[in-house]
């Protein structure tokens, strides 16, 4: 079975792509790691054009999002209220998404690119959500290309110096990213008490679609 680098080496852009648009429809696939491999590989060996990586991931990730954003407002409230039980999504955390979204959708959308798992959710969530197309496709497309030239440069000039790139320097990166996580996850189980309850005075009464709810602004 060819490894990611054979892949590649041999079908670059469209991998990269294909990659980002899969997962920014909210499906597992490893898009940023398969940017980051592709422009990594432009530096090293020359054989890809970095400017055609990032432009392909851009695409992906717009294109992807589009999707994602539609499936979330066509099917994803029903599901969600639904089934929503069955990934600890109650009513409680359903109506936070919802003023979260009201109150920071933007930059939810903006900067989820950069967060692995709102990476894959954000847009599905902005359709849920009911945020307006036309706002949406602004901040994403901003939030996409932003991701993809700074990751995609920051590769690319690590690929061009691998033979530095040391062991020390990689599992400090981990820990790094690690340390991130765990401060990420405590900062929300510390304030999603308080978040909800601020959520139920925005949005008194019972749970309704978000096309029900307050306008946006």
Request: net charge positive; hydrophobic share 55%.
């Amino acid at each position: 079975m060819p490894s990611l680098s054979d892949l590649i080496a041999r079908q670059g852009y469209w991998i990269v792509a294909a990659a980002v648009g899969l997962e920014s429809m909210g499906l597992p696939v490893p898009g940023e790691t398969v940017l980051v491999t592709a422009a990594a590989y432009a530096g090293a060996t020359h054989r890809l054009s970095v400017v055609v990586v990032i432009v392909a991931a851009a695409i992906g990730a717009i294109v992807g999002d589009n999707v994602g954003y539609l499936i979330g407002r066509r099917f994803g409230y029903p599901l969600l209220v639904r089934y929503g039980y069955l990934v600890r999504m109650n009513t409680s955390r359903i109506k936070l998404g919802q003023f979260l979204f009201l109150r920071h959708g933007k930059k939810v959308v903006f900067f989820g690119r950069f967060v692995a798992v709102l990476r894959a959710l954000a847009a599905v969530l902005a359709g849920v959500n009911c945020m307006p197309w036309s706002l949406f496709l602004i901040f994403n497309a901003a939030g996409g290309v932003t991701w993809a030239a700074g990751y995609g440069m920051l590769a690319y000039l690590l690929g061009k110096r691998v033979e530095r790139f040391t062991t020390p320097i990689a599992v400090v990166l981990v820990v790094v990213a690690i340390a991130a996580g765990v401060v990420f996850v405590w900062f929300i189980r510390r304030h999603e008490a308080r978040l909800e309850s601020e959520a139920e005075r925005a949005l008194p009464g019972p749970l309704r679609e978000m096309s029900q709810r307050s306008p946006w602004g």
